[in-house]
């Protein structure tokens, strides 16, 4: 893959043609359109709230478990009204579930007090009933000098339910809990309000069930309405008079030759120039089907500038190598790739999806790998003389040699990234001085690893390097050396955040270590339950080592997608891709997906 190569077009013709020219464009599905006047909101806010109306529709529709019948024919459907009576109905479930929960609330407050009736507000005098549930421990409240009269109804479950007599409600600190909101209806017809609300749920239930019979038509409707809302945005960004429009945009140069036929039928005048440097087009990734996982990867966090590099690759490698090493663990690979078996052709059904599935399966297949290095089966070692025992090459506990590990992939990461990173610069002295940094921590290592002096003149030479050449600002005077000097002593400072960069993949021996420590924490567990409790130990282990792994399985894939994926996005991406670009858009027809 690579960041595809964009030129500027510039489409002019007759006024009267701009509609069908667009609609034209938006066919063909290659332009990003580039505004020649800033846009009023409304053209485009009244066709995207129509089509999100439509979307909030379907969405509420295909919630529905069990759909009817599709009805795929129907000249008299009217998606507004349509669209209109699913809103409303969705309004009116909204308000009967809420209504239902209100009750369900209620009758629970009210059922331990019993069936109460409540007498006529003048049988009592003016008095009235406040109801209180006080627990067993505060019993002795109930004889404080100035409380109304009271009465215990019952006691159940450690509280005593307290009826008091009072004219108006009693100070709140004669009791130390607050009062019991009963309401004026009794048990029974709170219950059979709450009867009424569930029927009339069940029936709008009912009613949206036989709405699903459309969410084909409603569907094929959305993608027209997101269609035109599209439209409507590209007819404000054109520059206009009485006579002519013109149209500006970016196009993949492999689109070139499409985009001049539809110029040539519908006669529009056409230029076209290569982005100049000061220009910034938006950045598109070829994407090669088997490979949109990596693409959906690097563009997750930052998309890349148009003139850097196609990070996708290196993306998924390392994330595959980072995710083995957090794990740390060939069994729990194994879970993963028996549950990305399972899931298989349920993943097959779009090409997205084969291709997460296939980096699924090179995360399984290189944390199965890994787990063999290291002799971590489900946190056992296997037995001495066999052949998973002669796979191990890597001690988890020989913490140097882990440390040496985790600081070497840290530098080879990062001096892969400054590499690509004087590639998409070259020409440029900047790309130099990224060349210095590849020395400087190259050096680094080496002296660190105990090759003497030559790691020494490494790191010096790497300086000198980011010193002079740091700076891609033109020479027209003498002082312009100054400031490119002061450019390049700016990015020394730079030089302890390498440092600590590098340090940031000692996470990788940390995590793992923290992962196969844990599982054999749980399988000592189990292993000493089994001997002090014979018999029953047998079911206490089992429990404790499913409980045990289940949890570290989940920790350890959490840690391994964050932590995997944050080495890339922050150290990686800080000398691989310092610049962000803007992700390209084409003006193209909506679908929207089964």
């Given at each position: 893959m690579s960041i595809a190569p964009l030129k500027k077009v510039t489409l002019a013709g007759p006024i009267g043609l701009k509609t069908e020219a667009l609609t034209a464009l938006q066919t063909l599905g290659c332009l990003h359109l580039i505004p020649l006047r800033p846009p009023p909101?409304?053209?485009?806010?009244?066709?995207?709230?129509?089509?999100?109306?439509?979307?909030?529709?379907?969405?509420?529709?295909?919630?529905?478990?069990?759909?009817?019948?599709?009805?795929?024919?129907?000249?008299?459907?009217?998606?507004?009204?349509?669209?209109?009576?699913?809103?409303?109905?969705?309004?009116?479930?909204?308000?009967?579930e809420d209504r239902r929960d209100f009750l369900r609330h209620r009758i629970a407050a009210v059922r331990p007090w019993g069936e109460i009736t409540f007498p006529a507000e003048g049988d009592l005098s003016g008095q009235r009933l406040w109801f209180y549930r006080l627990p067993i421990k505060h019993r002795a409240a109930l004889e404080h000098a100035e409380l109304p009269p009271w009465a215990v109804i019952k006691t159940v479950d450690g509280l005593d339910y307290v009826v008091l007599i009072a004219a108006d409600e009693p100070d709140p600190e004669v009791l130390p809990v607050p009062r019991v909101h009963m309401g004026a209806l009794p048990l029974s017809a709170l219950e059979?309000?709450?009867?009424?609300?569930?029927?009339?749920?069940?029936?709008?239930?009912?009613?949206?069930?036989?709405?699903?019979?459309?969410?084909?038509?409603?569907?094929?409707?959305?993608?027209?309405?997101?269609?035109?809302?599209?439209?409507?945005?590209?007819?404000?960004?054109?520059?206009?008079?009485?006579?002519?429009?013109?149209?500006?945009?970016?196009?993949?140069?492999?689109?070139?030759?499409?985009?001049?036929?539809?110029?040539?039928?519908?006669?529009?005048?056409?230029?076209?120039?290569?982005?100049?440097?000061?220009?910034?087009?938006?950045?598109?990734?070829?994407?090669?089907?088997?490979?949109?996982?990596?693409?959906?990867?690097?563009?997750?966090?930052?998309?890349?500038h148009y003139r850097s590099w196609d990070p996708s690759i290196v993306i998924m490698g390392s994330f595959a190598i980072f995710f083995a090493m957090i794990i740390a663990d060939a069994g729990y690979g194994a879970v993963i790739l028996g549950g990305l078996l399972l899931f298989w052709s349920r993943m097959?059904?779009?090409?997205?999806?084969?291709?997460?599935?296939?980096?699924?399966?090179?995360?399984?297949?290189?944390?199965?790998?890994y787990g063999a290095l290291i002799g971590s089966y489900f946190g056992a070692a296997p037995p001495e003389g066999t052949l998973l025992a002669g796979l191990k090459v890597i001690d988890l506990n020989d913490f140097d040699s882990m440390m040496r590990l985790s600081i070497i992939i840290g530098?080879?990461?990062?001096?892969?990234?400054?590499?690509?990173?004087?590639?998409?610069?070259?020409?440029?002295?900047?790309?130099?001085?990224?060349?210095?940094?590849?020395?400087?921590?190259?050096?680094?290592?080496?002296?660190?690893?105990?090759?003497?002096?030559?790691?020494?003149?490494?790191?010096?030479?790497?300086?000198?390097?980011?010193?002079?050449?740091?700076?891609?600002?033109?020479?027209?005077?003498?002082?312009?050396?100054?400031?490119?000097?002061?450019?390049?002593?700016?990015?020394?400072?730079?030089?302890?955040?390498?440092?600590?960069?590098?340090?940031?993949?000692?996470?990788?021996?940390?995590?793992?270590?923290?992962?196969?420590?844990?599982?054999?924490?749980?399988?000592?567990?189990?292993?000493?339950?089994?001997?002090?409790?014979?018999?029953?130990?047998?079911?206490?282990?089992?429990?404790?080592?499913?409980?045990?792994?289940?949890?570290?399985?989940?920790?350890?894939?959490?840690?391994?997608?964050?932590?995997?994926?944050?080495?890339n996005y922050i150290e990686f991406y800080k000398w691989g891709l310092p610049e962000e670009g803007v992700a390209f858009r084409p003006f193209a027809r909506q679908e929207v997906p089964e």
């Open positions: 909101d409304e053209p485009e806010r009244a066709a995207r709230r129509e089509a999100e109306d439509a979307l909030t529709a379907l969405r509420f529709l295909t919630n529905v478990p069990l759909r009817r019948r599709q009805i795929r024919r129907d000249p008299t459907f009217d998606v507004e009204a349509f669209v209109a009576q699913v809103l409303d109905l969705r309004k009116r479930i909204r308000e009967t059979d309000q709450l009867e009424d609300v569930e029927i009339a749920l069940e029936a709008l239930q009912a009613e949206r069930s036989e709405m699903t019979r459309s969410i084909t038509l409603l569907r094929d409707d959305l993608s027209a309405a997101f269609t035109r809302a599209e439209l409507a945005f590209a007819q404000e960004q054109t520059r206009d008079d009485d006579a002519l429009f013109a149209l500006q945009g970016w196009v993949p140069e492999d689109r070139l030759d499409a985009l001049m036929a539809l110029a040539d039928r519908m006669l529009l005048a056409v230029t076209i120039v290569p982005p100049r440097w000061s220009e910034t087009p938006p950045t598109l990734l070829e994407r090669p089907v088997e490979e949109t996982a990596g693409v959906d990867l690097a563009m997750f966090y930052q998309t890349p097959a059904g779009s090409a997205r999806a084969r291709s997460w599935r296939r980096l699924g399966l090179v995360n399984a297949l290189a944390t199965i790998l530098v080879i990461h990062i001096v892969l990234a400054n590499a690509m990173n004087a590639w998409s610069l070259r020409g440029r002295p900047s790309a130099i001085a990224h060349l210095g940094w590849i020395a400087g921590i190259l050096g680094g290592l080496g002296y660190w690893l105990g090759v003497g002096p030559v790691g020494l003149v490494a790191v010096g030479a790497g300086l000198v390097l980011i010193l002079l050449f740091s700076s891609d600002r033109p020479i027209e005077r003498w002082t312009d050396w100054l400031w490119r000097l002061l450019d390049g002593a700016r990015q020394l400072t730079s030089i302890m955040g390498a440092f600590g960069d590098v340090l940031s993949y000692m996470r990788l021996f940390a995590l793992g270590l923290a992962s196969a420590s844990l599982a054999l924490t749980f399988n000592s567990l189990a292993v000493s339950v089994v001997d002090a409790l014979p018999g029953l130990g047998l079911l206490l282990a089992a429990l404790i080592l499913i409980v045990g792994h289940v949890l570290n399985f989940a920790l350890g894939l959490l840690s391994g997608v964050v932590h995997g994926l944050r080495l």
